[in-house]
């Protein structure tokens, strides 16, 4: 394989830095090894996708669609509106 610095050459070239990119070449090119570093860690950690679903904390709920609340009961509910609209306090100045 590739060292980080070859590989960051390669890329820089097919994402046709300008001369801006070309003066933080250093910063960006530590960034990037980090960024591979980081990478070869995950890779490195354990495959859970064959775990099954004993791996997850708490069983997970079926998502069923149920029935909302309607505007009528929803306006009737709010402090203010007008019509089928809600007034709200201002936020933002």
Known sequence: MENAKEI???ISILARLG???ERQHG???GDFTRILELFKV???APDL???GSDHSAAPLREDVAKPSISVKALVENFPQ???SLLKVPKVIE
Request: aromatic share 12%; no cysteine; net charge negative.
């Open 19 to 21: 001369p801006y990119e």
């Open 42 to 44: 995950l890779s490195e």
């Open 81 to 83: 509106s007008e019509g």
């Open 49 to 51: 996708s064959d775990a």
């Open 27 to 29: 910063r960006l090119a």
């Open 8 to 10: 960051f050459d390669r």
